[in-house]
């Protein structure tokens, strides 16, 4: 009796045990230690480069990247989402031939998320993301140690909640073509911090840029060179301390910059026409070479805040908010002197005396 209890003992374990070595082959979740990394419904591919699960990866699916430091250039052929840990660091940080990229964006809806991104190759233009795709997502990533952060060749991307310090370069180039514009992307709630130019437009038109801050870029906080750098709508964004410019646009037009601050900065324009400055704190502005700027209820600015070379503006203020500035301040003045007599009741009584002597 008991010998025929052990034995089914026996066999339910070989079942067992059987069932679990074949799910573990077939693909189904199981764990592992080290630093092997996770893929969608949470199973953990051992000994297989990240490379190698992008290719193995479906279409939709996502890979979780515990903590670590990975040094492998990717290139990203399918609509995937990348997440890092958000808690401790997932670096990325391989190194690329010349001017080349860590990472290469190549497929239409692809998100990275929570990643350091570092790129430490030679060359000026070494990069490292390159966004050739369109509908790419970059949120909550952080650039640095590589000249240039992000390199946009596309339409649609947008890039948010990015910290991009210590770029060579830039730490986003928006990169269009005479013949074909990069457009319509949004870069919003990001920070550039001690880069050479915060963010570079070429040939970049009906891009937005919104409530990101510029401060100690030792060029710019946006360059916008070569030219067609139109339709653009720069927001809420604030400069400070910025080397040579805030802003600068060359041979762009219509343009609108609204509600920005730009501290003791400069916007300088150049050969750039019908662009406007909307409801901005605003002190140093140069317009040269058959620029013209509209200055728009920037209550701040003065005529004497403004170079201009051979170019035109028009400054312009809401009546209404100019007429209750203008009733405070004469408030203010009349309030001031009131409270001067009321508390030299001597001058008073002396200004008193003197009139009415002047009227006998």
Request: charged share 15%.
């Amino acid at each position: 009796m008991h010998r025929k209890i052990r034995m089914r003992l026996l066999a339910s374990f070989i079942l067992l045990s059987i069932f679990i070595i074949a799910s573990n082959a077939s693909g189904e979740s199981f764990t592992s230690s080290g630093s092997n990394q996770q893929i969608s419904d949470n199973v953990y591919l051992a000994n297989t480069s990240l490379q190698e699960m992008i290719n193995q990866a479906e279409p939709g699916e996502t890979i979780l990247l515990p903590n670590g430091t990975y040094t492998e250039v990717l290139i990203i052929n399918k609509p995937i989402h990348i997440i890092g840990d958000e808690t401790t660091p997932t670096i990325l940080n391989p190194t690329s031939s010349t001017n080349g990229y860590a990472i290469q964006i190549i497929a239409e809806g692809v998100t990275l998320s929570n990643l350091e991104i570092i790129n430490q190759a030679a060359g000026l233009y070494t990069t490292g993301v390159k966004i050739s795709a369109s509908n790419t997502t970059i949120e909550s990533c952080s650039f640095h140690d590589t000249p240039i952060g992000i390199a946009i060749w596309s339409a649609h991307n947008t890039i948010s909640h990015c910290v991009f310090q210590g770029c060579d370069d830039e730490g986003i180039v928006l990169l269009g073509t005479s013949t074909l514009a990069c457009t319509d992307n949004t870069i919003i709630s990001c920070l550039f911090s001690e880069n050479c130019d915060g963010i570079e437009l070429q040939y970049a038109t009906h891009n937005q840029i919104n409530s990101c801050s510029f401060i100690r870029n030792t060029h710019a906080g946006i360059d916008a060179i070569e030219s067609n750098n139109d339709n653009n709508i720069i927001s809420e964004c604030t400069f400070t301390g910025n080397g040579a410019f805030a802003l600068y646009l060359a041979r762009s037009s219509q343009n609108l910059i609204t509600q920005c601050s730009f501290s003791d900065d400069t916007v300088t324009l150049v050969h750039a026409m019908q662009n406007t400055l909307y409801k901005s704190q605003i002190k140093n502005i140069h317009l040269l070479d058959d620029s013209a700027l509209l200055i728009n209820q920037c209550l701040d600015t003065t005529t004497e805040n403004i170079i201009s070379e051979q170019s035109t503006f028009e400054i312009r203020t809401n009546h209404l908010e100019q007429s209750l500035l203008e009733e405070k301040t004469h408030t203010a003045r009349y309030h001031s002197i009131l409270i001067y007599i009321l508390s030299h009741p001597k001058t008073l009584k002396t200004f008193y005396e003197q009139l009415s002597q002047a009227r006998m």
